[in-house]
């Protein structure tokens, strides 16, 4: 398999449309279907430009993952700690997207908070993934307040050698 060109860069807020339109297919296919309808319905009006924008404006950070000019992946990420928006685009799926994406987002929060400890609530066809990614379920699926079916799920990264820290 030839791995694709990923090129990553931070999102901006004249993006959130085109980020909406790739996370609202991705999870009209695969995410509604395991849902509640009134929690599913919920879930795609708060995935609209004008909220993504707010929360692009609001600080959280998104890395967007293109090939080419196309808009492939989208991560987001709160308080540098909570992932909040994680998605690759159906036909992009399975070539490695998701691990660069998941790298380039999951650095950027450790060097800008030194983060440790990442945080997630998963979908039913997402655990897999975040599995892969090394990430481990903390509690049962279960709704969240939003009434969206989820399971928590943690990654605990290991502190580098004394010798790579950086000395007070």
Known sequence: MTRLALRLRLGRPGDARAIGVLIRRVVRRWVVPDQPHDAAMALLARLSAQVLREKIVGGQRFHLGYVDDVLVGVSA??????????????????????????????????????????????????????RHLGFVETGPEGPSPNGVITTPMLLQLALPPVSRRKRA
């Open 77 to 130: 990420m709160r308080d540098d700690c909570h992932l909040t928006q994680f998605f690759v685009s159906t036909r992009y799926q399975g070539q490695g997207i998701a691990r660069q994406l998941w790298l380039c987002t999951m650095r950027d929060a450790v060097r800008r908070a030194d983060t440790r400890c990442f945080t997630l609530n998963a979908t039913r066809c997402a655990v897999p993934v975040y």
